[in-house]
């Protein structure tokens, strides 16, 4: 079951901060504001793995945890730099914006008091906040190619924490207040959370990255960085002892295996939902039942998480409109939702779902279209297809947990940098189908007729940045 953060209870609504998590913000805030937009995204990654977003400042009862100051910080600097000049709105950034408001309106009417929109607005500033910052900032696949090299090397030293903690069991990470100073246990394992505060968000965060250290294999560089980074991420997915990221660990897998067969993926999807339906015709029990039998590591909730879907199923009319106050009676232990899926229609109503999904099959949409532009690139290719991975991996961890604190700009990322990347590709298919004029090139034709398709410069694709 999902542990309840350490420090809602203790520290919510109130200020806490630390002089070293002080400092290790304002440090990272003049590093978003001054280095390049290629690096921009690297300070909320040092942040998420070395800095407890549980601190915040409370100002008029309005919660800023660290994750919001930086996100804030972020967007002063792209609209001080223009970064954000030459926007063109896609589908998906269309359909966040309605999720952002469907979900928010519905959570206000149901709660109608002051604090539901106060914890609205906190929640719309990190999920669109982060999304519209990692859409602006992440441009192209050099971009990611940059994004997975730091990440594999900051998994090194993240290992070596978790490493620690789960051999002493005390979280050094305490020293920042906001996480628990002794590692906990379930049935006899240490069940390490670094700064995170939860192992088994530390443990998906972390898997999410994996497919994106994984392809700097084919990158002629990146080849330490994998092996190392990879290390490093099985290291701390181990060290957490929990289910949900093993289990994701194995849809990454799956995800990789499948790149053999990219060119297939209509059939393979047809083949997936066929099979789902054989397995519900030879069961007596609903197929989320399945989720019972799940227990890799001992100790798991498989039980609590099919009893919550049963539920949340034959409990339509309840949340329907617009979503429900609690689901503590829905029966015991209820009350904590471990399912992202679940936990958008409590939260905005059968809106809110909808919009939440269909925002995810347009990004694999996305992740489909870039990676057949630039099929026979190997390094990119696979770097197109780890973005879809790292979403797929997000969608099997929704179904055993719901994200919060700062493991919500891990999917920010994820599905923005498809958003950022479609609109990249966009702009040089515009670009490249742009008519030839008979006079500067006679005889030529025009490129505005027949399928857009980006071409390649001095061995890099038309519109991707130096």
Same mark, same amino acid.
């Given at each position: 079951?999902?542990?309840?953060?350490?420090?809602? =209870?203790?520290?919510?609504?109130?200020?806490?901060?630390?002089?070293?998590?002080?400092?290790?913000?304002?440090?990272?805030?003049?590093?978003?504001?001054?280095?390049?937009?290629?690096?921009?995204?690297?300070?909320?990654?040092?942040?998420?793995?070395?800095?407890?977003?549980?601190?915040?400042?409370?100002?008029?009862?309005?919660?800023?945890?660290?994750?919001?100051?930086?996100?804030?910080?972020?967007?002063?600097?792209?609209?001080?730099?223009?970064?954000?000049?030459?926007?063109?709105?896609?589908?998906?950034?269309?359909?966040?914006?309605?999720?952002?408001?469907?979900?928010?309106?519905?959570?206000?009417?149901?709660?109608? %008091?002051?604090?539901?929109?106060?914890?609205?607005?906190?929640?719309?500033?990190?999920?669109?906040?982060?999304?519209?910052?990692?859409?602006?900032?992440?441009?192209?696949?050099? %971009?990611?190619?940059?994004?997975?090299?730091?990440?594999?090397?900051?998994?090194?030293?993240?290992?070596?924490?978790?490493?620690?903690?789960?051999?002493?069991?005390?979280?050094?990470?305490?020293?920042?207040?906001?996480?628990?100073?002794?590692?906990?246990?379930?049935?006899?394992?240490?069940?390490?959370?670094?700064?995170?505060?939860?192992?088994?968000?530390?443990?998906?965060?972390?898997?999410?990255?994996?497919?994106?250290?994984?392809?700097?294999?084919?990158?002629?560089?990146?080849?330490?960085?994998?092996?190392?980074?990879?290390?490093?991420?099985?290291?701390?997915?181990?060290?957490? =002892?929990?289910?949900?990221?093993?289990?994701?660990?194995?849809?990454?897998?799956?995800?990789?295996?499948?790149?053999?067969?990219?060119?297939?993926?209509?059939?393979?999807?047809?083949?997936?939902?066929?099979?789902?339906?054989?397995?519900?015709?030879?069961?007596?029990?609903?197929?989320?039942?399945?989720?019972?039998?799940? %227990?890799?590591?001992?100790?798991?909730?498989?039980?609590?998480?099919?009893?919550?879907?049963?539920?949340?199923?034959?409990?339509?009319?309840?949340?329907?409109?617009?979503?429900?106050?609690?689901?503590?009676?829905?029966?015991?232990?209820?009350?904590?939702?471990?399912?992202?899926?679940?936990?958008?229609?409590?939260?905005?109503?059968?809106?809110?779902?909808?919009?939440?999904?269909?925002?995810?099959?347009?990004?694999?949409?996305?992740?489909?279209?870039?990676?057949?532009?630039?099929?026979? %690139?190997?390094?990119?290719?696979?770097?197109?297809?780890?973005?879809?991975?790292?979403?797929?991996?997000?969608?099997?961890?929704?179904?055993?947990?719901?994200?919060?604190?700062?493991?919500?700009?891990?999917?920010?990322?994820?599905? =923005?940098?498809?958003?950022?990347?479609?609109?990249?590709? =966009?702009?040089?298919?515009?670009?490249?189908?742009?008519?030839?004029?008979?006079?500067?090139?006679?005889?030529?034709?025009?490129?505005?007729?027949?399928?857009?398709?980006?071409?390649?410069?001095?061995?890099?694709?038309?519109?991707?940045?130096?």
């Amino acid at each position: 079951m999902q542990e309840t953060p350490f420090y809602q =209870a203790a520290y919510f609504d109130e200020t806490y901060v630390h002089p070293l998590g002080v400092a290790a913000l304002v440090l990272l805030c003049v590093i978003q504001l001054s280095v390049p937009r290629r690096h921009a995204v690297l300070p909320f990654l040092l942040l998420i793995c070395f800095v407890p977003c549980s601190q915040r400042l409370s100002i008029l009862g309005l919660d800023f945890n660290f994750l919001r100051i930086l996100i804030l910080c972020g967007w002063l600097r792209v609209l001080a730099r223009g970064e954000a000049r030459g926007f063109r709105w896609l589908k998906l950034d269309k359909i966040m914006v309605a999720w952002g408001v469907v979900e928010s309106i519905a959570y206000v009417l149901l709660h109608r %008091d002051f604090a539901s929109v106060v914890y609205m607005s906190g929640r719309m500033l990190e999920s669109l906040g982060g999304y519209f910052l990692v859409r602006w900032l992440i441009r192209d696949l050099a %971009d990611v190619k940059r994004l997975a090299l730091a990440a594999a090397w900051i998994a090194v030293p993240v290992a070596v924490c978790f490493a620690i903690e789960k051999v002493t069991g005390r979280n050094w990470f305490s020293i920042f207040g906001g996480v628990p100073a002794m590692t906990p246990v379930r049935e006899g394992k240490l069940r390490a959370m670094g700064a995170i505060g939860n192992p088994i968000l530390a443990g998906c965060f972390w898997v999410a990255l994996l497919p994106y250290i994984g392809a700097l294999w084919w990158s002629r560089e990146g080849k330490g960085a994998a092996v190392l980074g990879a290390l490093g991420s099985l290291v701390v997915i181990v060290a957490c =002892a929990s289910s949900t990221p093993i289990a994701a660990l194995g849809a990454a897998m799956l995800g990789a295996y499948m790149f053999q067969f990219r060119n297939q993926m209509s059939s393979v999807r047809w083949a997936v939902v066929a099979g789902m339906g054989a397995i519900q015709l030879f069961m007596n029990r609903p197929i989320w039942h399945l989720m019972v039998s799940i %227990d890799l590591v001992g100790g798991s909730t498989g039980y609590h998480r099919f009893l919550l879907i049963d539920s949340w199923v034959h409990r339509v009319p309840e949340w329907f409109l617009i979503g429900t106050k609690t689901t503590a009676g829905w029966g015991p232990g209820l009350e904590d939702i471990t399912n992202q899926y679940i936990l958008e229609s409590v939260r905005g109503g059968v809106g809110a779902f909808v919009l939440f999904v269909a925002s995810i099959v347009v990004a694999f949409q996305y992740v489909g279209h870039l990676r057949r532009a630039v099929a026979g %690139d190997p390094e990119r290719e696979t770097l197109a297809w780890a973005v879809g991975v790292a979403i797929f991996v997000h969608c099997m961890s929704f179904l055993a947990v719901s994200y919060f604190a700062q493991v919500v700009f891990g999917w920010s990322l994820s599905i =923005a940098m498809a958003a950022g990347l479609m609109s990249g590709l =966009a702009t040089s298919e515009v670009r490249v189908s742009t008519p030839v004029p008979a006079a500067a090139s006679p005889g030529a034709r025009s490129h505005s007729s027949g399928p857009m398709r980006p071409v390649r410069r001095h061995g890099r694709l038309l519109g991707e940045t130096p």
